[in-house]
């Protein structure tokens, strides 16, 4: 195609605007020639016509849908809507990025609990846990871990063929006593887990050499909370695991017991038990006991959610109930910033390439904050389409922009925050695609959701690049959705545009 300004043929007989696009696109193969210049197109046009445009220019044999970002957001409106939402004049010439448009994510499998069923964690060639342990990349496909703790007082991990290759041991035998609230691989041998009961367990994973069975057997319990622990975040490389209780405080713990000062003696099952005849506890005594490095005591209500800054591990945030996202440098466990919102927040990930937290609040919505101290707003987005509370979150593992929910509602939500608008109160970016449970499906009820999310609740979710999306819940579950390159990878540098 020559150089310089082409017209469209995607015209009416209609008098309409006109304006110049650019189109540029990452991916190669489906790259327009370096000659291509600008395209006159009506304004009126909407994706489907775009995609119809490229696939023109392009002689596709079979069509390709296409989505489009302008500034780094994807076209949701009419090219007419978008210039005059965002104050741009039909005369200016618009770079227009076209990236193929996948398919919703699909139903793998299931895997079926006595209880519900809260945390899930995930062991694959390219998962945090092996990259620690310098082996990414050696786990054969097939050899997968899923890791989950349920209600019921048990950790289970499974292989992808839906058989449960170890189970945590019986309360009479010094395994859980407490319904499991949050689980963690540390590394391909190492796995914690925190419960209702106050304490974090470090395990022992070993594997028999066939792979087909496994053992779990408990190595130090740590005690220093008073209230239930509800979730926990690890860093290997430094032995440090930081945990969310609901006695409004943040812990940083050792993985190691030799770097692990003794633990607080009235806190401990042997004090407790005196003080309850009532309450069932293991005879857990033989198990070394240790305490925090520190806990960090500055939300005014339960702590629900704490993650390590993934570029920076001295460096924590937490979510509390209190309506606030906490910063902290675990160096001096000091409290570093404070950003307070509408609403109770529920969980928390990180966008760190650009430079955001996403939370998810009671409100039924996620906030993107930008917490560098320089920053003048607390929101920099909203993120809405859930119907209920927002409780678990989880990063693309390919894409910089992508980000999963699961939510009270009984679903989980993929979304590109690229996805957005402008309304009054700022920029509103929509999901992508909706992962309903398949347990509603099975029943006879698909697309009847129960109000409020009834028996379907989502209550974790784990994104990993080689299992897929993994969600576990109140239907006493855990699923399996795969897609693969849901969110297009982009160059993940700077911070979309929220203007």
Request: proline share 6%; net charge neutral.
């Amino acid at each position: 195609m020559a150089s310089g300004a082409v017209h469209s043929t995607l015209t009416d007989s209609t008098p309409k605007t006109q304006v110049k696009l650019q189109l540029t696109t990452r991916q190669p193969d489906i790259s327009l020639s370096e000659n291509t210049g600008p395209i006159l197109v009506s304004t009126h046009l909407r994706r489907y016509a775009l995609s119809t445009l490229v696939n023109t220019l392009l002689h596709s044999e079979k069509p390709i849908p296409f989505e489009f970002l302008i500034n780094g957001t994807f076209l949701r409106t009419s090219i007419d809507d978008y210039l005059t939402s965002n104050g741009i004049s039909s005369e200016t010439t618009l770079t227009v990025e076209y990236v193929r448009a996948i398919i919703p994510p699909l139903y793998l499998a299931s895997f079926e609990h006595d209880d519900w069923v809260s945390s899930v964690d995930v062991l694959s060639s390219t998962s945090l846990a092996e990259q620690w342990a310098g082996s990414k990349g050696l786990r054969a496909p097939g050899q997968e871990r899923i890791l989950s703790g349920s209600y019921d007082g048990f950790l289970r991990v499974w292989n992808m063929s839906s058989d449960i290759l170890a189970t945590s041991p019986p309360a009479d035998g010094a395994g859980q006593m407490s319904s499991v609230k949050a689980v963690k691989f540390v590394s391909p041998t190492q796995v914690v887990s925190s419960t209702m009961d106050r304490r974090i367990r470090i395990w022992r994973y070993s594997e028999e050499p066939e792979g087909f069975s496994a053992s779990l057997t408990p190595m130090l319990d740590l005690y220093g909370h008073r209230e239930s622990i509800d979730s926990i975040a690890v860093h290997h490389p430094s032995s440090r695991i930081l945990s969310a209780s609901a006695d409004h405080s943040v812990g940083l713990w050792s993985t190691k017991e030799s770097d692990s000062p003794a633990a607080p003696a009235k806190l401990l099952p042997s004090a407790t038990s005196q003080k309850s005849k009532r309450r069932k506890l293991a005879p857990s005594t033989s198990l070394v006991q240790r305490g925090p490095l520190t806990l960090m005591k500055s939300h005014s209500g339960p702590v629900s959610d704490t993650i390590f800054d993934p570029s920076d591990p001295t460096v924590a945030y937490s979510t509390s109930w209190d309506h606030t996202l906490r910063t902290w440098d675990l160096h001096t466990s000091a409290l570093v910033d404070t950003r307070t919102t509408p609403h109770a927040l529920f969980s928390l990930t990180m966008l760190p390439s650009l430079n955001l937290i996403a939370a998810g609040s009671s409100a039924r919505y996620i906030t993107l904050i930008d917490p560098r101290v320089s920053a003048t707003t607390t929101s920099a987005m909203t993120l809405r389409g859930h119907i209920n509370a927002v409780v678990a979150l989880a990063r693309s593992p390919e894409s910089a922009y992508g980000l999963l929910s699961g939510s009270h509602d009984g679903t989980c939500r993929i979304w590109d925050v690229r996805s957005s608008r402008s309304e009054k109160d700022g920029r509103v970016g929509e999901s992508m695609y909706t992962i309903p449970r398949q347990s509603l499906k099975e029943a006879g009820k698909e697309g009847m959701m129960p109000e409020g999310g009834e028996g379907v609740k989502v209550f974790g979710v784990a994104w990993d690049k080689e299992i897929g999306i993994v969600s576990v819940g109140e239907d006493k579950r855990v699923q399996i959705n795969r897609g693969k390159g849901m969110v297009q990878q982009g160059q993940g540098e700077g911070v979309v545009s929220m203007s």
